[in-house]
Each structure stands twice: as C-alpha cells, then as structure tokens.
C-alpha cells in the first residue's frame, strides 16, 4: 500500500545547510532538489520545467520518468489556462487541485506551482505533486518549498550563465567584458588581481555594498569582508593562490552603512592575455534568504517560549481556577445558610397573617355561637364559614409542605380536556358557591387533543391556585374561561378572566417567591409553586396581563 503524503518533522537549519553543501559538492543540482523535497515531504511525483531560449517550457527534471505523457497533458493545461503565467509574474508558490481526467492516480489531487526566479529573471517552474486536497496542503511545507526553489534557482542561474559564456577573458574585448558586466549579468560580479585586490565590480555589487564605484576600485577584498569571517577569506585566498575554482562558499560582508550582507561566491582563476592573473568573483545575495532563515528560526524559539510559558500559565491558572472554586463553593454554602434563613424569616411573616386572619375568624364565630343565643339557622351559617377557613389553612399548610419538600412527579398519560371537563364540574359544585360572587366559570374544548402525561394532582393544584386568583381579582361579577388548544409541540391550557388584571411590573415578579399584592390575604407561594410544577413536568407558563383587561395564563404541555 502506498504512504499517505504527510509532512514530516524537519530541522530548517540542518536542512538548508545540508542543501547548500550538495549543490557545492554535486554536479546534478536537480537530484540535490529532489533529495531535499522528499526529505520534506512524500510526494508522489516532481518534475521541473525551465524556460528555453523561446520562453517555452521545457521538461529538464521528472521523477518518475514514466510520467512523462502526464507531464505533458499536465504542462498544456496549466499554460493553457495562464496558471504558470500567473505563477511567475507574481512569483507565487500555490497548490492548484487537478482536473480529475487530467489525474495520472485517483489520489494524486494537487499540484504546488513554484516559480524558478532569480531576482527579475524568469528560469523556469517546480510541480510537486501530492495525495491531498490543495486546501490541506500545510502553509509550512509551502514556506520551505519556497525558501529551496530561491537557492536553487541562483544556483540554477549561475550555472547557466557559466556554462554560457565560459567566462573567458582573454577572448573578449574590453568594450564587449565591460558590456557584458553591466547590462546582462543579474548577479554581482567583482574582478580581482593576483594580490587580490579588486579592479572592478558591476552595478549589482556598487548597490549590494552602498559603495560607489570609485571608492571601492583598488581596495584589498578583505576590506569588505565582515571581520568574523576573515577565516573563510584566508581559506578563499589559499584556493585561488592554488589557482583552483570553486564554487558556493558562504561569506559575509560589510557595506559602507556597517550593515552585513550574507552572499554566496562562486569564482574562476584565469591568465589574461599579458600573463596577469584575475580573478572572476560572482556574488549572489543571500541576505533574504539568511533575513528569512533567522525569522523562521526567531519564530520557532518564540513558539517554544511562549509554549512553555503557556504551559507554566495554564498550570498557575488551574492551581488558581481550583482555589477560586474552592472559594466559591464555600461562599456559596455560606450564602445558601443565610438565604435559607432569609426565607425561612420571609415565610414565617408571610405565614403568620395567612394562619392568624382563619383562626381569628374561627374563634370569633365559636365564642359568638357559645356564649350567646344564635338560632340554628346562624349556627349552621357560622359552621359553613368555619369550614371555609379551615379549607383555607389546609391549603396553605399544603403550599407550605410544596414549598418547603416539593413531592415527585407521579405522570400518568391522559387526555388534559378530558381531566378538566371534569374538575370543572366538581368545582363548581363544590367550591364556587362559597365566594360569594357572581362568576361564571366555563370551560371550551377548541379542537381535539392528543393524550399527554401529567401528574393529575399537580395539575389540580394548580388549577385551584389560578382559578382563585382568577376569582380575587374579580370584584363582584365575571368571567373565568379555561380553553385547551394545540400549538405546534405543545398541548396549551389558557385560564382567562375579565378582572382587574395586573401591571408589566407585576407580571415580573409574579413567579418569585413570597410576592404578593394581595396585603395580608396571601402567602406569595401559589404562582412560584404553580411554576415550579410546570418546570418538572418540562413545560412553559406566561401571563398576559394589562390593568383592567383582565389576566391570561398560558400552560404549554409537551406532546
């Protein structure tokens, strides 16, 4: 099975060093590129064109060979659709995704398009092709391809230039070498005598070195070497004083503003026509590439610290976070304490009127039943109102109990309309008689339900508490209307009256506990107890409500 195409961990450093020694050793700079890339990444194919005397494309590199009708279905589409165009003019490394007809494997998806471009010269163009989506494609492995394809391409230039014109100046005219320096020749070029001193440079170096010409004409070339590399100029010296060539040895030297230049000199020894030796130097500028090693390698050393500061934060952080907590759940036990007390106080003021209003009222009758002569007919009136306010503080010994210990949920699947039809009945029967008013109290099936699981108890309770709120806020004469409806996922019950209805402000503060605008008359626990069941049953509630409009609770069932 063939290797997925993955990144693999590199050392920049090592890597572009290593680089620079093999095109200094090598000959076939193509394979020192090859070796390079795949030391980067597994790719499954890599073919390099360069641009011949006609600007066209041409293959000089391919692996693996039998690609080649690849390559060229490949190259047509890319030229025909002004990609490598694009790709140099705006000298761009891109991954380009391949047309799958044009695919020499169906995993072989992506193209990254690399300009061969030294300075302003055009030479040609690197494809690496790759098992993975263009978008995928890391940014850093498309930096590093980029900072291989600057270096090789100088070195690709250089070549060319040599292998051109050979460099030969005892075959050329002093009009045609001065022509030749000025005007064709993109990298720096400095002439040096047997002694090493240096008898003319071109425009690239005067530039490079922020030296004019005439101020630099006649001085040793070792005065503009950087002083920590005078080691590497003894070792340049002994080469030409053996009258050896070389090429692709790494110096660094000193402008006239002090400021160092790292560039790559390569250098030919010849015998000029009267016998005097010279010395041919190119220079390539390394300076952005070494600007651009040393950014990488700032960026990296950055990573790690802040890596590890990071690291060190995160640790300082959770020991902290685990100290807050802590912290925080002592605060909130302390706080729980003295709320617990705050309500307990708020419940016992609260309480205190709702059971001594019934109790007085209670004794009062007994006293007046006992200690006076009342005929029948107003003892069993008295008995009926006694009645009534022990009915009273059953039910608020019985809010009390829901607010203090709130009983589970026992959820039965019944149909709601069914449920209130009948407690709508026995209500009347049973209850309404005793307030005193005169209330209407209906019930309207709008269209047919499904069947819903609900704690039928519960539901009763609540009904009670909202029906007696309804029948409160009715001064004399009225209406109270319950309707049951659907509503998207929700089975709704709405309780409706026409009394004195309640402010914005109200209708906020209705659900919280011990809020009442009943005075003395009420605990402030029913709509907080009638909303604490509909929350178990998973359900919603909402008043709408305006002063003297009457009031409208909405009671929203899951189906």
């Known amino acids: 099975m063939k290797k997925k195409t993955e990144t693999k961990e590199i050392d920049i450093e090592n890597l572009l060093e290593s680089f620079f020694k093999d095109l200094d050793k090598k000959d076939n700079i193509y394979n020192v590129l090859h070796e390079a890339i795949f030391n980067v990444f597994d790719v499954c194919s890599l073919i390099i064109y360069t641009l011949d005397s006609n600007f066209d494309f041409i293959p ?18 890319f030229v ?5 165009p694009y790709s140099l003019e705006n000298y761009k490394t891109i991954p380009y995704e391949i047309p799958p007809e044009l695919r020499f494997s169906k995993n072989c998806m992506t193209c990254i398009l690399c300009p061969l471009k030294d300075k302003n010269i055009n030479i ?4 690496i092709y790759l098992e993975m989506k263009s978008e995928k494609v890391p940014v850093e492995f498309l930096n590093i391809i980029s900072l291989l394809s600057k270096i090789f391409s100088k070195e690709l230039n250089l070549r060319q230039l040599s292998e051109k014109n050979n460099f030969k100046f005892n075959q050329i005219s002093s009009d045609s070498y001065k022509d030749y320096f000025y005007n064709n020749i993109n990298d720096g070029v400095i002439v040096l005598n047997q002694l090493l001193e240096i008898l003319d440079i071109n425009k690239t170096i005067s530039k490079l070195l922020s030296y004019p010409k005439n101020k630099i004409l006649n001085k040793p070339f070792r005065d503009i070497v950087f002083e920590e590399d005078l080691d590497v100029y003894d070792k340049i010296k002994h080469i030409i004083l053996k009258k050896q060539n070389r090429q692709n040895l ?23 026509t009267n016998g005097e030796t010279r010395i041919l130097l190119i220079v390539q500028d390394l300076t952005e590439i070494r600007c651009l090693i040393e950014s990488m390698e700032k960026a990296r050393l950055k990573i790690e610290d802040q890596n590890l500061s990071l690291e060190e934060k995160v640790v300082e952080r959770t020991t902290m976070l685990e100290e807050k907590i802590q912290e ?18 708020k419940m016992a003021a609260s309480v205190t009127h709702e059971i001594r209003n019934p109790l007085n009222v209670i004794r009062g009758l007994a006293e007046v039943a006992l200690t006076k002569k009342v005929p029948m007919t107003k003892i069993k009136s008295y008995m009926n109102i006694i009645i009534n306010q022990i009915d009273r503080l059953s039910n608020l010994l019985k809010q009390i ?10 959820l039965e699947e019944e149909n709601l309309s069914e449920f209130i039809k009948i407690f709508i009945e026995t209500y009347k029967e049973g209850y309404l008689q005793f307030f005193k008013k005169n209330i209407t109290l209906s019930f309207i099936i709008l269209e047919k339900i499904p069947s819903i699981k609900f704690d039928k108890e519960k539901i009763q309770q609540i009904l009670f508490n909202l029906i007696k709120n309804s029948i409160d806020a009715i001064e004399d004469t009225g209406e109270i209307t319950l309707r049951v409806f659907n509503e998207n996922k929700y089975v709704v019950l709405e309780v409706k009256d026409n009394g004195m209805g309640m402010t914005e402000e109200v209708c906020k503060k209705a659900f919280d506990t011990f809020y009442t605008t009943k005075d003395s008359q009420g605990t402030g626990l029913g709509l907080f107890i009638v909303k604490s069941i509909m929350d178990k049953h998973g359900g919603k509630i909402k008043i709408v409500s305006k002063p003297h409009e009457g009031t409208s609770i909405f009671l929203k069932f899951l189906k």
Not at 266 to 271: A, G, K, Q, R, Y
């Open 250 to 272: 790494e110096i660094r030297f000193i402008d006239s503003n002090n400021e160092i230049k790292s560039v790559n000199l390569s250098w030919n020894v010849h015998i000029h």
């Open 124 to 127: 040609g163009m690197m494809c």
């Open 328 to 345: 925080s759940i002592e605060m909130n036990k302390r706080l729980i304490e003295s709320q617990s007390l705050a309500l307990i106080g």
């Open 401 to 410: 109990l829901d607010f203090v210990k709130p009983a589970l949920l026992k």
């Open 80 to 84: 025909d659709k002004e990609i490598f």
């Open 60 to 77: 000089s590199y391919f692996y693996p060979v039998d690609r080649k009708s690849f390559y060229e279905n490949t190259l047509k589409y």
